[in-house]
Structures are given as structure tokens and as C-alpha cells.
């Protein structure tokens, strides 16, 4: 079952239905049946995988809350670090098993994963209190908006929703049909659109070189934003609608001026709990603590103490890579990525002896930003065909062609038209326009909500486009989302 589909939709529908008539104390059930359908839907080893991994997680918490109120020790950690081992092999052997056997990866699995470790690591760290209910617990890993998109939602920052029983007012509600909504028009207008000439691109790519490489960096870009930034639209209107809110997993991301300042707006959520769980526990451990110790002896203390945020970083980033795929081209990604953000934060003091030097380069804000936009756009897109072509090599390869093949400039005039056609290339570009406007203005959809005229129309336009200028229908999987694979 994916979110764009009768089939979800129906399943919220009915939800909505039975949650607003259910009794408050037993509304979480209604949610828990609804994910447990969800899942059953993703085939029957996918359904036992996410119910045993829920009942070795909720058991070693409360083993944990035990010890712990027994005194601690060294048994309880040595189970804690047992049962992250034990999900964490599991995880890694079934990716990599289904790069051999399709269907063996279990449905969600890298997002729910996520959401059950930081659960056992604030348990142990005594920031949440474990659930007794094991089928409250259950929802919380498997509430079904989230499984396929995220956002990576921490224990402490749903359980209150989740279980509360709150009935969503009506502008909640109308303001997460237009969320939802939205989130469809990304998906079906503009990431399905671009999906089968992108592909082409990159399938062909011995014959679509030079300036189709441009035309492939620049319009991927588009179509993962709003495929996946769409995804999160869908969830998080669905989630507002049943009366719980999620947080938000995107801002702006292509205003951004800095590499860092990038993936702090995208993928927020992800963002956040490597940085909670994996860079913060790194770099202020013992062991780094030594090797800062030993850096700065051998080093000197400024640049020795940079050691750990070095190691702490290319860490975080290589098991971010890691958890979009066990494949050369992702590691590639994480650890290009990690490094340029590190070069990012070396060269800032030197920006700034420049502006020091040139004032009046500052009263030139508009035109460095503008610029800074650009090289973070193009630096970001350039990285990104690392999933496109799915080879380092080839990527690489790739890369350079513009440079050389100066004759592509003109002949992707001639070819365009045959990749896409220019009635659809014209309605995805006005479609952008549109996303980037509305996040330019910062248009928020409870304000739109608030008047019954405006919101009214609102959901009527975005009921007609998708059907009008969206990619769906027979033999087109509209709901296929490029982050179900992750």
C-alpha cells in the first residue's frame, strides 16, 4: 500500500470515521488496527518482522527500567548493547539480501529502526519512561502515516498524541486535507512527471551527455524535493487530520546559502537523530576524548582539537550514507558529503577576514547570496547523481562531460521535446514555481484554514490539478515514492 493510493486513502477515511467515534480512552486502538492492516497489506513477513522487533524492544526496555531502579551493573548494558546489535545485524543482513531477492526487505524497516534504537537509548539514558502497554508501544513503532516516509519521530515526541485520543478541530482537519493535498500535487504533478525522462537520462547515459547532465542535476533535484518533501506533506495532513502533530522534515532547504545550513533544512528529522545518537556520543566520548588529548599534543591545541568533530563528522556521515544503502555510491555520498561540510566550516573564517577586509562587499548581500544559493544548489545536485547513476565511476564521468561536450548545448533543443513534452515540461515549471513561492512566503495551511472561502477554494484546486496535470493511472505506479527504497 503506498500513500498515493485508493487504497491509503480509504484506510484513512475509514480511520478518521472510527476515530471520531470511538470513545476517547480506546481512540489509540483504532490507530493501532489501521497500522496493523497497513503493514498486513506489505506481506506477511514484513508484518511478524515489525511485531517481533516491537516485543524484543519493548521487552529489553523494561528490563533496562528494572536494573536500573535495582542499582544498574554491567548486565543490563551488556543485554542493551546485545539487542542493538542484534536489530542493527538484522537490518543490515535483510538490505542486503534484497539487493539480491526482491520483497525480503520488510516495509518501513529503516525508518521504524530508527524510531525503536532512539526508544531503547533514552530509556537506558532515563529520558522516557518505558510503556507497560505493549500494544500502545506497538502503534508507536508502527502508526502507519509514518512507515514509509518519516519523519523520524522520537518516542517523547509522540507518545502524548498518539495515545491522548484528541479529537482534531475543524480547522486541524481542514488544514491537514490541504497539507495532504499538496503533498499529492507534488508528488503526481511534478516528481511523477520528471520521473520517466529522468530516468531515461540516466539509463542512457552514453548517448545523454554534456548539457543533459545539467538537465539531470538540476531537474533530479526537483523531483526528489517534491517527491519526497510531497511524502512528508501527505503524512504529516493525514497525522493533523486524526488530531496529532507531526514535526515539520523540511524548510526552505534551496534558500540555503551554506552546505551546512542545507542539511540543516532537509531532512530535519534524519538530521537530528544522528546527531543525537552517533556525532554528540562520538565526539564527546572517552576515547575521543583521549584522542583529542593525543591531537593536540601532536598538533597543537587549535587544530588538535578539531580531531574529534573531524572523526565525529566523516562518522555520521558515512552511516548516513549507510542508511540509504550498503552500495559504493552511497558510502561515496556520505563521505563526499561529510567532507564537504567540514570544508564548508574551515573556509568560514576566512569568508569573514574577507568581509573584513571588503566591507563593501556586504552592501553586495543580494548578489553573494544569490551566489551562495547557486553553489549550494549545484554542489548538492552534483552529489546527488551519485544515486542517479548508481556508479562512483560513471558519476564522475559523467560530471566532466559538460565541460567538453559542447555540442549537447545544442542538440538537447532538438531531443528535450522527445524525453518530455513541452505541454508537460511547461506544467511541471509552473508547478515549481508555485512550491517555491509558497515556500518563499511561508504560506501555512492552518492560516489558509481559518477562512472557510479561501480554504475552500483551496482544496478545490488542489483536487483538479493533480487530476488534470498528474502523472497516474494504468501502468504508472503514482505511488511509488524514491525514499520506500531507502
Known amino acids: 500500500m503506498q500513500l498515493v493510493s485508493l487504497e491509503f486513502f480509504t484506510l484513512l477515511a475509514t480511520s478518521l470515521l472510527l476515530y471520531n467515534v470511538t470513545p476517547r480512552k480506546w481512540r489509540w486502538t483504532v490507530l493501532l488496527m489501521a497500522s496493523l492492516v497497513f503493514y498486513l497489506c506489505a506481506g506477511v513477513f514484513a508484518f511478524i518482522y515489525i511485531i517481533v522487533a516491537s516485543l524484543s524492544s519493548y521487552a529489553l526496555a523494561l528490563k533496562l527500567q528494572k ?11 551488556l543485554v542493551f548493547y546485545i539487542g542493538i546489535l542484534a536489530l542493527l545485524s538484522a537490518w543490515v543482513i535483510l538490505k542486503l539480501l534484497s ?10 524497516i529503516s525508518f521504524y529502526s530508527l524510531r525503536i534504537i532512539s526508544y531503547l537509548v533514552d ?3 532515563q529520558r522516557v519512561i518505558p ?27 509522540l507518545s502524548d498524541s498518539l495515545y491522548a485520543g484528541k479529537r482534531a478541530s475543524s480547522e486541524e482537519r481542514v488544514s491537514g486535507l490541504i497539507l495532504l493535498l499538496w503533498g499529492v500535487a507534488k508528488k503526481v504533478v511534478v516528481a511523477n512527471t520528471l520521473a520517466a525522462p529522468l530516468a531515461t537520462v540516466a539509463d542512457e547515459s552514453g548517448r545523454y551527455s554534456g548539457a543533459f547532465v545539467l538537465f539531470l542535476l538540476c531537474f533530479y533535484s526537483a523531483e526528489i524535493y517534491c517527491d519526497f518533501s510531497g511524502g512528508i506533506d501527505i503524512v504529516r495532513g493525514a497525522s493533523f487530520m486524526l488530531g496529532i502533530a507531526l514535526p515539520r522534515n523540511f524548510d526552505r532547504p534551496f534558500s540555503s546559502t551554506s552546505l551546512r545550513e542545507f542539511w540543516n533544512r532537509w531532512h530535519i528529522s534524519l538530521g ?28 597543537g591545541g587549535k587544530r588538535g582539537r578539531k580531531i574529534p568533530l573531524y572523526i565525529a563528522t566523516m562518522t555520521t556521515w558515512l552511516l548516513t550514507g549507510l542508511w540509504h544503502g550498503f552500495a559504493a555510491n552511497y558510502i561515496a555520498w556520505g563521505l563526499i558529503n561529510g567532507g564537504l561540510v567540514l570544508l564548508s566550516l574551515e573556509l568560514s573564517p576566512l569568508c569573514e577576514k574577507i568581509y573584513t577586509r571588503h566591507p563593501n562587499l ?8 544569490l551566489f551562495g544559493k547557486l553553489r549550494v544548489f549545484f554542489i548538492i545536485g552534483a552529489v546527488r547523481l551519485l544515486d542517479v547513476y548508481g556508479s562512483v565511476t560513471l558519476t564522475f564521468k559523467m560530471l566532466v562531460t559538460p565541460f567538453y561536450d559542447l555540442a549537447s548545448y545544442t542538440r538537447i533543443f532538438a531531443e528535450l521535446p ?15 514555481f508555485a512550491v517555491l513561492l509558497v515556500g518563499k512566503n511561508k504560506v501555512k495551511a492552518w492560516e489558509i484554514a481559518k477562512s472557510p472561502t479561501l480554504a475552500a477554494a483551496t482544496v478545490l484546486v488542489l483536487a483538479i490539478v493533480p487530476i488534470l496535470f498528474g502523472k497516474y493511472g494504468m501502468g504508472f505506479d503514482a505511488g511509488e515514492f524514491i525514499y520506500s527504497r531507502f
Open 362 to 369: 556586504k552592501e553586495r548581500k543580494l548578489l553573494i547570496n
Open 418 to 432: 522527445s524525453l518530455i513534452p513541452v505541454p508537460e515540461l511547461c506544467a511541471v515549471m509552473l508547478a515549481l
Open 123 to 125: 530509556t537506558k539514558r
Open 272 to 299: 537530528e537523530w544522528f546527531e543525537h545518537y552517533v556525532f554528540y556520543p562520538l565526539s564527546l566520548s572517552r576515547p575521543m576524548q583521549k584522542i583529542s588529548k593525543r591531537a593536540r599534543k601532536m598538533l
Open 67 to 77: 536494573h536500573q531502579k535495582e542499582g544498574g551493573g554491567f548486565a543490563p548494558r
Open 131 to 157: 510503556e507497560r502497554n505493549f500494544f500502545k508501544y506497538l502503534l508507536f513503532v508502527s502508526y502507519f502515516p509514518l512507515i514509509l516516509q518519516g519523519p523520524v519521530v522520537r518516542y517523547a515526541e
Open 99 to 108: 539487493s539480491h531477492r526482491e520483497g525480503i526487505l520488510p516495509l518501513g
